[in-house]
């Protein structure tokens, strides 16, 4: 079962899954933040164009309620690629070009921003391996999870151990995309085309979580879920890429989803 907490000290509403229990990790939303305006809350999009010392101070909330230093929560600049980098007690300063991280090194906690697309945590206790990645649909049909998974392999993980989670992410009730979009995934594979159902207009309806369990089922995973928050459609909680678009507005907050060991 998902459930919600909040981190007292700072109000922050983090997100959790039963299946990362034993694994310090969270699906922040954007409750608890200083930011205000569009990024009202907790934005921690160093790419926005937010005032830098807010997100700064947006994520040194998130260090403290990981309880880490802010120099280990580690970022990195997030391309839609199936890049991975791998942690170890070295600063990634600059940020690396990467949509996954990988890490063995106690004391470090990865971070992946997301405002839409797929924020997946891993995680093989055993081996004390971890993983997090940017999955958005470009990124998870190119494969990002399966380069995640096979850099956590690398490290001693085994992916009949992994466990993963994806959190909030736009649902399919909100993802309307157009007839070239879905042929790109039927060309890739006829059998995604389960992932859309008729939408209005012409356009089609696109499942990405689910899409996105799949993808990671079929890479040896056996132990896998969507947490089934939508982020289009709970604007009190989550920003939201696609919605800020719809209605007009010049920029959007990042949520962060974080583990660490």
């Known amino acids: 079962m998902i459930h919600t907490m909040t981190a007292q000290t700072r109000s922050l509403e983090i997100v959790t899954s039963p299946l990362l229990d034993g694994v310090r990790h969270g699906f922040f939303t954007r409750k608890g933040g200083a930011s205000s305006g569009v990024f009202e809350g907790l934005n921690c999009g160093v790419g926005s164009s937010d005032l830098s010392e807010i997100v700064t101070l947006n994520r040194g ?142 356009k089609y309806l696109f499942d990405l979580p689910g899409y996105g369990l799949m993808r990671l089922r079929n890479a040896g995973l056996t132990q896998t879920e969507w947490t089934r928050h939508c982020t289009y459609s709970d604007p009190a909680r989550f920003y939201s890429y696609r919605r800020s678009v719809h209605q007009g507005e010049a920029d959007y907050g990042r949520l962060i989803s974080v583990i660490r060991l």
């Open 61 to 202: 909330r998130v260090a403290d309620a990981m309880e880490v230093p802010a120099t280990r929560l580690v970022t990195v600049h997030q391309t839609h690629s199936t890049d991975i980098a791998h942690v170890t007690d070295r600063p990634l300063d600059p940020p690396r070009r990467a949509d996954g991280i990988v890490t063995a090194t106690p004391g470090t906690a990865i971070a992946i921003l997301t405002a839409d697309c797929q924020p997946v945590l891993f995680a093989d206790p055993e081996a004390r391996v971890i993983g997090a990645a940017h999955a958005g649909w470009r990124g998870a049909l190119d494969g990002v999870l399966e380069a995640t998974i096979d850099t956590m392999a690398g490290l001693g993980a085994d992916p009949g151990r992994i466990r993963a989670v994806i959190g909030p992410a736009i649902s399919q009730r909100a993802y309307e995309v157009g007839e070239e979009f879905l042929e790109r995934f039927i060309d890739d594979d006829p059998a995604n085309a389960r992932f859309f159902i008729n939408g209005a207009g012409g």
